[in-house]
């Protein structure tokens, strides 16, 4: 069974009042200790050394409730107020009993994540696994540093495993650290919670965010050896394209012009001309692509990369101190990415 949460768009965080104030810094540091005592870890074996419960607010209530029936029951002698109390307060502890062990034993496997743009939802994949002969009911994990974000929740079976999604948002580029996430449970009866904090050992390798418009793609380098000049036209694509022959690799079709020829009622396909491609060269140069900052040329860079892979062009790449000669395919674009996302 699986579950998947979303982390929502990013907003003003609400302000805390005073009077709350000196709670929420005394949770921060529960939270920064109980950090620090756990290493980081892809697979985490919840015991009784890594689980934590507290009561509830329904708890809290619950107990101030027996309070009260204990204390009319003492002052009018009521027998049955007696029964009541401590039969509601022996379910109470039954119950908390049975909250810590729906949560310890279980192990936690987290599958490392594959790389994103920045402003991407990363994807986290958690393994729970249970080898124990009884069910577990209730079982959540979200990231705690988004106490925004949903909890997803799924049961795990008797012997078996149960797989959850989680989603969080990469607001930079770069090799990032994973949040800490938080497995918890409020089974069976809510009036405690147990929880575990565990800190993934894995990082996620963040792209640049792709510009969204970005400019045609910049002339051609001629070859050493070779004259000429090739340039990009407004939509993208070299030219110097001749009529579709027999045999020609399907990728060297134009097919925006393949479609607009369609539309206007006519079959004619047109091909890029390999003879001009092969006296040419098509760099992605860092100090050439026209944009102010760093972050923005990483981002143009980007988009031309992703335009070019569609395109199916040879490309190379040169940013400060590292130049990728120009090839094409999916190793190449995933080499170009990690460059610019590390630059």
Known sequence: MSALSGTPSPTTAPSIPDRW????????????????????????????????????????MLALTLMLLLVASINYQLNLGYLL????????????????????????HLSPPAPVHAGQAVSLEV???????????????????????????????????????????????GRQTLPTLRAQTLFPLGVFRVWALWQPRADVLVYPAPESHPPPLPPGEPMPG???????????????????????????????????????GRDDLVSRDLMITQRQQLWLDHARCGAPDLESRLSRLCAWVLLCERLGLEYGLRLPGTEIAPDIGPAHRMRCLEAMALA
Not at 85 to 108: E, I, Q, W
Not at 142 to 159: F, G, I, K, Y
Not at 232 to 251: C, H, K, L, M, T
């Open 21 to 60: 104030r000196p709670v929420s810094r005394l949770r921060q540091r529960a939270r920064r200790w109980i950090q620090s005592r756990q290493p980081r870890t892809d697979t985490l074996l919840l015991t009784q050394r890594n689980v934590y419960i507290l009561p509830t607010r329904p708890g809290l």
């Open 127 to 173: 393994r729970l696994s249970n080898p124990g002969r009884q069910e577990r009911y209730g079982i959540a994990m979200l990231v705690d540093d988004a106490p925004q974000s949903a909890p997803a929740w799924t049961d795990v079976p008797a012997q078996g495993d149960a797989l959850l999604h989680l989603a969080w948002r990469a607001s930079r580029r």
């Open 226 to 264: 070779h004259g000429g000049h090739a340039r990009a036209n407004n939509s993208g694509e070299f030219d110097g394209v001749r009529a579709y022959r027999r045999g020609d690799p399907i990728r060297t079709v134009v097919w925006r012009k393949a479609a607009k020829a369609f539309a206007a």
């Open 85 to 108: 109390t401590f039969l509601l307060a022996g379910s109470a502890l039954v119950g908390m009993h049975k909250c810590h062990g729906n949560l310890r034993g279980l192990s936690l």
